[in-house]
């Protein structure tokens, strides 16, 4: 990987902010003072950022994210932690959606968004199927189905599928679907949860309802073949995580109560 910082020697104060925040220890000082890169960052650098990111002065500029191409921070956009509290409290599994598509601007821009989530080494091992048509969706259920029935398992859900209701993925109107290859990291399964997560939120601060998957990455990793063939994910890669998403049908207009808070303090 081709990789070199640049320093402006005008602008640089030499807090060494950059030296402290590199994970692995890559930059250093040369003989004025100034940071430079160890010949180790060729293999070793993660391309994180953050010696780029932290600088106050905005002095360095590295090669694998550009500072040009870098947006700044904003503060005044930052929501204060009452605003936190209340979107993350009030985020719910949604079952029962409207038949109102989302755009596909809007399901790309919180995809975009998944890629910031944190992964291992910051491997960004992620990768996305989106289902974007109900009819698409719709099928996938029916080969969960079909699954289940195979293996005489959830007859609940079996007899509500024979009487028109999908109680697999709900009649979502979408569906993205996380994969990787297990050797593009040392923990796809966590950040295919993690970038899952990120998508969760994001979709629900455009609206937009999201539900867990999981009887459908049951079947997958049942290697059920109708379902592996129809996905046809690239060589290697595993399913890790699939979201359901649509705009609610209904609103929910309360918190439920949670369970205290299991903690052990030392």
């Known amino acids: 990987m081709e990789i070199s910082i640049s320093v402006d020697q005008e602008t640089c ?25 160890r010949r180790a960052a060729v ?7 953050h010696c780029m990111a932290v600088c106050s002065t905005d002095a360095l500029d590295i090669t694998i994210s550009p500072l040009s191409e870098s947006p700044s921070v904003d503060r005044n956009l930052f929501p204060g932690p009452d605003t936190i509290e209340h979107f993350l409290t009030s ?44 009819e698409e969706v719709k099928r996938l259920a029916g080969m969960v189905v079909d699954w289940m029935t195979g293996l005489k398992v959830f007859p609940g859900l079996i007899r509500a599928w024979d009487q028109g209701i999908d109680k697999v993925l709900r009649s979502a109107p979408h569906l993205a679907i996380s994969h990787a290859d297990p050797d593009s990291s040392e923990h796809p399964l966590e950040d295919c949860t993690l970038a899952t997560a990120y998508l969760d939120l994001a979709a629900f601060s455009h609206g937009i309802g999201s539900c867990w998957a999981g009887f459908l990455v049951q ?5 059920y073949q109708p379902i592996l063939e129809t996905l046809n994910l690239p060589e290697n890669h595993k399913v890790y995580t ?15 109560q949670r369970d205290a808070l299991k903690v052990t303090w030392k």
């Open 43 to 49: 293999k070793k650098c993660i391309r994180c950022g």
């Open 91 to 134: 985020r719910r599994s949604i079952r029962t959606y409207k038949k109102k598509v989302a755009d596909h601007a809007t399901l790309e821009k919180i995809l975009a968004i998944s890629r910031y989530a944190p992964s291992a080494h910051n491997a960004q091992p992620v990768h996305w199927l989106m289902v974007e048509n109900s």
């Open 13 to 37: 104060i030499k807090c060494y902010a950059c030296i402290s925040e590199c994970p692995f220890d890559l930059i250093n000082e040369d003989k004025e003072g100034l940071p430079q890169l």
């Open 219 to 223: 079947a997958i990793h049942h290697q």
């Open 242 to 256: 699939a979201l359901m998403l649509g705009y609610p049908k209904f609103r929910y207009r309360h918190i439920p």
